[in-house]
């Protein structure tokens, strides 16, 4: 079945980056739409970014200029490259890639913007 993996969260200063990656393993199909979403404790999960096919990309306004998602020509991989970070960055991010019509989600990796 379709696994995927979030890696590259961790614990970082202000202003540092981070850059994380997303891979769905198990099929032979590849993905035509890709997002990373994130969840405070507390709070709902929200969209941070998303990528689609055509390479047309979109942002949660308080990433703007700071995150980027982007991919490589790895198939079904996705990458968030985030700058600036701000301590209301601190969150569980979430990948999800769309594969044959279906949304498949991996378990998150924790991102903790503290000094």
């Known amino acids: 079945q379709v696994q995927v993996v979030e890696s590259g969260g961790g614990l970082v200063q202000p202003g540092g980056s981070l850059t994380l990656s997303c891979v769905a393993s198990g099929t032979i199909y590849s993905s035509y739409g890709w997002g990373w979403y994130r969840q405070a404790p507390g709070k709902e999960r929200e969209e941070v970014a998303t990528?689609?096919?055509?390479?047309?990309?979109n942002y949660l306004d308080s990433v703007k200029g700071r995150f980027s998602i982007f991919r490589r020509n790895v198939k079904n991989t996705v990458y968030l490259e985030m700058n600036n970070l701000l301590p209301e960055d601190t969150a569980v991010y979430y990948c999800?890639?769309?594969?044959?019509?279906?949304?498949?989600w991996g378990q998150g990796t924790q991102v903790t913007v503290s000094s």
């Open positions: 999800k890639q769309i594969i044959r019509g279906a949304a498949y």
């Open positions: 990528i689609a096919s055509g390479g047309q990309t």
